[in-house]
């Protein structure tokens, strides 16, 4: 096949342009990224091999190879692992089919600092770009194991490469770098010197588990004997005190492909009828994709440090998907499949002690180090509530680790355990309201009576919250109950209305309100006075037992048809408005306007719950109207 010129995806050419024009405060992490490319390889033939995908290839010597020609200047990282076919290097190097890229490349063009930009390196898959920050040309070729044709693809990152097939290759991938000469003021060091190789190689990828092997120019040009720079040992499997936390970070790296350190580290051995090791990592940043249906979940698993399975997700629940790590079991078989895991005792044991493990570093977390909690919170909180309404067995752990915004302080989150503590004399539930925003909540006509008689709220602002306070029910013997949903008792009125007095008040209004339910029947369930409301004149309240607006419109984005229920409308008895439209109500005759004044009322207390009216057009004229009659 002759040789044929393509151009690069648009998003990968905007990353290409980046990586080569941006100024990166360490430009070594291309060779990180290309080892660990290179490892990846491997662990994918020895897996192919142990499966019998691989007919053919060789599997006698597994290896990483680092190539010097100082005299040409070149690098070239070397793999035998798994390879690549032509339309996988189409695929693959000349696209970046991630979910998020077009967020991934604004955030790197926004990077205030060269630290932020090279935070951002080694997402998505993007590792093989970094090359180009240090070489003004790329020549990879590769051959996937079991084919005999091999593949040439070569690019100077100027938005065109170029791809022919070649009949000689080996096994496996090359990737020569033709090295930009060496400039001290930006950073970029001398990549043929055989120190400065050997300092990456051991700073970022001494725990790689297979051998990587650099083969330096002897005095004579001859090449001298290859030395192997990492020491292969696995970090999981050496005691703590023999491992720095630096160690742990670049091996967290190399398995999330994120740059910054994680937020935690979890060592955990367990011994007796069923052995394994396990060290996890809580990141400090959640991924683009973390929501998206096709977010890779789940930890490595290894069988007597043999690797078999990325992202194996049997052995964390979905709720703790952005874990990352690796667990490595003594008494598994090298060629267990996914579908003998989901069935495995073991596996399942595994899961069940790793769930408990984690949580119960979160909730120490929580207690001494509350400021990297707070970080955790922030980017991972929303996901782990998902297993409060998923994970019954360790719903109180789930609980005892979460934390929610309350009215009682405007910057502190509070714990349901301390809630309780703050309770008033005499309540009987902790109360919530869900909404979209704490502002939003927080101006809710519904928190009118919450806040004059300064009972604590919690403010939860996340969709799941819709969900799992449902499931949950309660915390300690007490409901956990929203001030949107059925009546509100909360001990009599503030200026201490006698229950006599306020049964005659429901006497007075019972006309007006079984009107008002009649003419606004299409919509509503019921209008009732409300004990609620101190300064609005309406609100809408869900039933009890009912679905709220927002669950209901989440349901159906699921695809899920749900009944429309029908809420009800709240009245301030209290208000002038209200006030003067009993009045209206008792001396006219004519109600045709009265109509129109509870059409509005009810779609002004919509839009105060941040909902819109029915038919906003008419909403608008009936306003137009009333304001035109007032000049």
């Not at 093989?128 to 020549?139: I, L, R």
């Not at 496996?172 to 050997?198: F, R």
């Not at 990828?205 to 040992?233: C, H, V, Y």
């Not at 394994?276 to 940043?285: E, G, I, R, T, V």
């Amino acid at each position: 096949m002759p040789t044929e010129t393509f151009e690069f995806q648009v998003e990968a050419r905007q990353l290409l342009q980046l990586m080569i024009h941006s100024v990166y405060s360490n430009k070594d992490v291309f060779l990180r990224e290309l080892v660990s490319n290179a490892s990846d390889a491997l662990d994918k033939l020895r897996l192919a091999a142990l499966k019998d995908d691989a007919p053919g290839a060789d599997v006698s010597d597994l290896h990483i190879e680092i190539d010097i020609d100082k005299d040409a200047r070149t690098l070239t990282v070397r793999d035998n692992g798994i390879g690549m076919s032509y339309d996988e290097v189409t695929r693959l190097i000349g696209t970046i089919a991630n979910s998020g890229t077009a967020k991934f490349l604004q955030e790197l063009r926004e990077a205030k600092d060269a630290a932020g930009a090279d935070g951002l390196i080694g997402q998505f898959g993007v590792g093989f770009y970094s090359s180009f920050m240090v070489a003004d040309e790329v020549t990879l070729v590769t051959r996937r194991a079991g084919e005999t044709q091999g593949t040439r693809w070569t690019s100077r990152g100027e938005g065109t490469y170029t791809l022919e097939t070649v009949d000689q290759a080996p096994q496996g991938t090359a990737v020569t770098l033709h090295l930009k000469p060496a400039d001290s003021e930006n950073q970029l060091h001398d990549y043929t010197s055989t120190w400065k190789i050997k300092e990456i190689v051991k700073r970022y990828s001494d725990f790689i588990t297979w051998p990587i092997r650099l083969t330096p120019e002897g005095g004579d040009g001859d090449k001298a004997e290859p030395e192997t720079l990492n020491s292969m040992k696995a970090l999981w499997a050496r005691p703590r005190d023999e491992v720095s936390d630096d160690e742990y970070h670049e091996l967290y790296k190399h398995i999330s492909h994120d740059w910054r350190d994680p937020l935690e580290t979890i060592r955990l051995q367990a011994e007796g009828t069923f052995e394994y090791q396990a060290l996890l990592f809580l990141p400090s940043h959640a991924p683009h994709d973390l929501f998206t249906q096709n977010y890779r979940r789940g930890v490595q698993l290894y069988v007597k440090r043999v690797f078999i399975m990325d992202d194996c997700e049997e052995l964390l629940p979905p709720y703790l998907r952005f874990v990352k790590g690796v667990v490595d079991a003594q008494d598994l078989s090298l060629n267990v499949s996914r579908e003998i895991l989901q069935q495995d005792r073991h596996i399942r044991m595994m899961q069940r002690r790793l769930t408990k493990k984690v949580l119960a570093t979160v909730k120490d977390l929580m207690t001494q180090a509350p400021d990297r909690y707070a970080t955790f919170w922030r980017e991972f909180g929303s996901v782990l509530k998902e297993g409060l309404v998923t994970d019954f067995e360790n719903r109180d752990a789930i609980l005892a680790a979460s934390s929610f915004a309350s009215t009682h302080d405007a910057e502190q989150p509070t714990t349901l355990k301390q809630y309780v503590e703050r309770m008033k004399d005499g309540q009987d539930a902790i109360y919530f309201m869900t909404g979209g925003s704490r502002q939003a909540i927080e101006n809710s006509p519904h928190m009118e009576a919450f806040r004059a008689k300064g009972i604590e709220v919690l403010l939860l602002t996340d969709p799941v919250d819709e969900v799992w306070v449902d499931a949950v029910g309660e915390f300690e013997g007490k409901r956990l109950r929203s001030v949107a949903k059925g009546e509100i008792d909360l001990g009599g009125d503030e200026d201490g209305k006698p229950d006599a007095e306020k049964e005659k008040q429901g006497e007075e209004y019972a006309a007006l309100l079984g009107w008002m339910t009649e003419h606004l029947g299409e919509d509503i369930k019921e209008v009732r006075l409300s004990s609620r409301l101190t300064v609005s004149p309406a609100c809408v309240v869900s039933d009890a037992g009912d679905l709220t607006p927002a669950l209901e419109n989440m349901y159906r984005a699921m695809g899920q048809e749900v009944p429309k229920a029908k809420r009800i409308l709240e009245l301030n008895p209290e208000h002038q408005l209200v006030k003067a439209l009993k009045r209206a109500y008792t001396e006219r005759e004519d109600r045709s306007e009265l109509t129109e004044t509870a059409e509005l009322l009810h779609a002004l207390a919509v839009l105060a719950e941040g909902g819109r009216p029915k038919e906003p057009s008419r909403f608008v004229k009936l306003v137009a109207d009333r304001l035109e009659r007032t000049l």
